[in-house]
């Protein structure tokens, strides 16, 4: 269930890149509390560098990003990240994989530590894979191992760019399912990038749509936003619905119909 209070709030955002690429511009939106949010738009955008603003990683040039009041370095809840290219560390098992963010936060190993990382592995399904290294995993299970990783500092805020981008049509369904009993089993609040459409009105309650042409000068802003009103739980099968159809109508002309 969405929670009605405002989450992540930015207002009036701008990022230039390195004083010469402007690459976002006066963007202002609210996501609540639990709510599932989709991004699309066309590649280059600036997709990635708004993910990369809520999660801290980069700084705005102009306008802010708030999450819950907090500035998003300053929140009291760690953010999960899943990045475009999976991020796994080679030399690492999977266990020792999920266990670097609490390892950076400084959490001592013994039973608590433990526990939460097996909890994790439960979760996306990769018991008995504790001791395996990235190189001996197919790619849906290293992006299982990059979403354990996110979640298991209890983040508040989970952000996922194109977390799917490199799986297989079946796979990725499969995931994207999985990802949704996640979100539901946890407080979460979920913003994806993601280029699949059909994905986004699967999986979210909103579907933002961005559109410009940064590297010709005009910068890129939020130009819609869609809510998806289908039911949830949310089936593959929900795809043949009218209602289906018709928010993926929606979307596709959002973007396509930006001068
Ligand atoms: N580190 C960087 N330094 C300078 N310019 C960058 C940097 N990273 C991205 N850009 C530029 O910023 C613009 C937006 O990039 P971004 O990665 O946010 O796009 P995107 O919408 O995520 O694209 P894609 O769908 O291909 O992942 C692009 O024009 C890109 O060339
Ligand atoms: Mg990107």
Redesign the pocket.
Known sequence: MIDKRPFLTTTDLSFV??EQ?H?LDGISLHIQEGAFVALV?P???????LLRLFGGLLPPTSGQVLLQGQPPLAHRSPIGIVF?RDGLMPWRTVWDNVALPLELQGVQKGEMRNGRIQAMLDLVGLNGFEHSYPAQLSGGMAQRVSIARALVHEPALLLLD?PFGALDALTRERMGQELLHIWQAMPVTVFM?T?SIMEAVLLADEVLVMNGQ??TGNPAKITARIPINLPRPRHLEMQATADFQQDVATIRQAIAGFP
Do not use: D, M, N, Y
């Open positions: 890149f390195a690429l690459v738009g590649s280059g955008v600036g997709k990635s560098t475009q194109e990038v280029h940064p590297a």
